[in-house]
């Protein structure tokens, strides 16, 4: 069965855009002023390419999940979006130049809900809840959030040591020097 990557809305993402990106917490906190999350558009990820361009190696690659080593070349580029390409990834990167969190928590929605995802990564990463936000991925968690704001190196010895994040989700983040998440609505859809 094929994977596609799907722009759909999904029944299940209710929270505003601002706070599903961590310009502000449901509690109120927000950026500093002028200070946003970077956005980038992947045309991996993108429906058209992958149903229209891709070869079938590759998209036989990304059904048996062995595309992506880890390395910045098979994550493929990181473009800044336009008016034909809009965003598909969001960053930690922040336009500061400093990190905050966007992480990948693979605990399933079925087993672990939002207030558990939030007390648990609050406690990881030594933030106060109220910092944090959670917004369900496919099947999974992700977690944004306001503090701490971090330089690269801090930020990735907390990514390494927080204990939430599966090792490929963190080894293909620090080769990129950034946690990418894919937004709410670029959803995996597995078709037959």
Sequence with gaps: MPLLWLYAPRADVTKSYDILTAQRTPDGHKMPEGVHRVLYYNPKLDPYVIQNKMTKAMAEAVERGTYDNGSV??????????????????????????????????LARSLYDETWI????????????????AAPSTTNWHVYGILPALPWDDYSELIRHCGLLEGAYVRASEARRQTLLRPPFITKVIVS
């Design 73 to 106: 070349q098979q994550g493929g580029p990181l473009l800044e979006p336009d008016a034909t390409h809009t965003f598909n990834l969001i960053s930690s990167l922040c336009s500061d130049g400093l990190h905050r969190p966007a992480l990948d928590v693979d």
């Design 118 to 133: 939030l007390e648990s990564t609050a406690r990881a990463l030594e933030v106060p809840i109220d910092s944090l936000t």
